[in-house]
């Protein structure tokens, strides 16, 4: 980094503003010494690693051998342990406690705030909050970049789109676009980009022909707006033929997974793969509807009385009761776990995405049982991991920032007391977590 003459040159009080919130960057250095480095990368681990923190960023990797010690470091034995990137979850609703229903109520600048450090305390060190999103996320995220509130880094879509009474205003209401207007559609995309949102969710979806679906020339309208502005679109969808039209007018990448027919065109498989679309099948979604009737010793993990509302865990202990998943609700998620391995397969980016914060989808729970569906859908543990990092980093368009364990990136990591590649659970395993080169209390953070 060269940027001491620059600072040198700031007038006192201005570099006193900058360094308020944090030590300047490079006085402070940890070394993470002797860990296996898983480094999202999918590249071979690295065992007895040298990983050199200097502020918020890493400076160095190395193997012990041939990597020096800088005197004066603050040293952290790794030995035994997996060093792995924080994960990062593109798929979350914030500002809801994960009830049974969406509450308007709930959405409150300090729920939201509890939902990221919840995320955080699972070890998912940034979030991608799509389509349900008012003011205060905004001053969240504000309060986030300009260094005044240390918890997952947020990035947020705003309000998505869908059609008047389409998937999901009967659950979530009026936060979401509902327009059949393209002009309308381009006004809302002008207003998105004021609020310099991260990215734009479209929901195309008619839940089966029970809800109505946004208009083919709205999502024409948003998708070429936001070119504009540069600003990737994600959307949320269920059939192959919707996915090719996004395609075919510009999306960035999808939210769920193709459930509607396995036949999918190989040539397309491979164009998905070119234009590097990030595919987030967020399976935990589907899987809930049966989850806890299946398994209900996973509501005695203490974790979740730990970050969920209590009256929660009983609503899904009842709902645990009364669960009838369909048969065809069966099919879809058996059809989607194969897309997803065949998509994989082709190449295609899979992200990692639980949808955190709708019915029942416990924040950060929710996002390491994601992981576990990713492998029984066929990724390798690596490639689960890979889904979690360095794919969440391209879709956020920060792959320079986030995603990896590498030279220059920010210093967002998880030490692991077991190895997660022999089990993926064992990302829950956390010994230590960094947050932008700082430990993080977990224990101290408020979840609820
Ligand atoms: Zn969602």
């Not at 923190?53 to 470091?73: D, H, T």
């Not at 909050?129 to 990035?155: I, K, Q």
């Amino acid at each position: 980094m060269s940027s001491g003459p620059l600072k040198r040159g700031l007038p006192f009080l201005a570099a006193l503003f900058l360094f308020a919130c944090k030590p300047p960057e490079e006085s402070v250095q940890k070394a993470i010494i002797g860990a296996v480095l898983i480094d999202g990368t999918g590249g071979p681990p690295l065992s007895n690693s040298v990983v050199i923190v200097a502020g918020s960023r890493i400076r160095a990797i190395g193997s012990r051998a041939n990597m020096p010690i800088p005197a004066g470091v603050e040293k952290i034995n790794g030995a035994g342990k997996f060093l792995v990137p924080g994960l990062i979850d593109l798929h979350v609703h914030l500002g809801t406690r994960a009830g049974p229903a969406f509450k308007a109520a709930d959405y409150t600048r300090e729920r939201i705030e509890e939902n990221l450090n919840t995320y955080l305390y699972f070890g998912v060190t940034s979030v991608r909050s799509m389509g349900t999103d008012r003011p205060a996320a905004f001053d969240v995220r504000n309060a986030e970049r300009t260094g005044h509130l240390l918890t997952a880094r947020l990035f947020t879509a705003g309000r998505g789109f869908t059609a008047p009474g389409g998937h999901p205003s009967q659950e979530v209401g009026d936060v979401v676009i509902q327009t059949n207007s393209p002009e309308e559609a381009r006004r809302e995309v002008d207003t998105l980009a004021r609020e310099k949102v991260d990215a734009i969710k479209i929901w195309v979806d008619d839940l089966g022909g029970k809800a109505p679906k946004i208009k083919p020339a709205v999502i024409d309208a948003v998708l070429d707006q936001a070119r504009k502005y540069r600003i990737p679109v994600t959307a949320h969808i269920y059939s192959l033929a919707d996915t090719q039209h996004l395609v075919q007018a510009g999306a960035a990448g999808f939210l769920h997974m193709i459930q509607d027919t396995e036949d999918i065109d190989p040539a397309f498989i491979a164009r998905l793969r070119d234009l590097r679309m990030v595919f987030t099948p967020t399976l935990v979604r589907q899987e809930l509807d049966w989850l806890f009737a299946e398994h209900p010793e996973l509501l005695d993990d203490p974790d979740v009385a730990r970050s969920v509302d209590a009256d929660i865990v009983a609503a899904a202990r009842q709902s645990a009761h009364s669960a009838h998943p369909s048969p065809a609700a069966r099919q879809d998620f058996e059809r989607a776990k194969r897309n997803t391995r065949t998509l994989a397969a082709g190449g295609v980016l899979i992200g990692l995405g639980s949808d955190g914060g709708s019915a029942l989808d416990f924040p950060g729970l929710m996002t390491h049982r994601e992981v576990e569906l990713l492998v029984e859908a066929g990724l390798s543990p690596m490639e689960a991991i890979v889904a979690g990092t360095r794919s969440g980093g391209f879709a956020l368009q920060k792959g320079d920032e986030l995603g990896t364990l590498e030279p220059g990136r920010r210093a967002d990591l998880m030490l692991l007391s077991a190895n997660p590649l022999e089990d993926v659970r064992n990302l829950r395993k956390i010994d230590q977590l960094m947050l932008d080169g700082e430990w993080v209390d977990r224990p101290a953070l408020k979840l609820k």
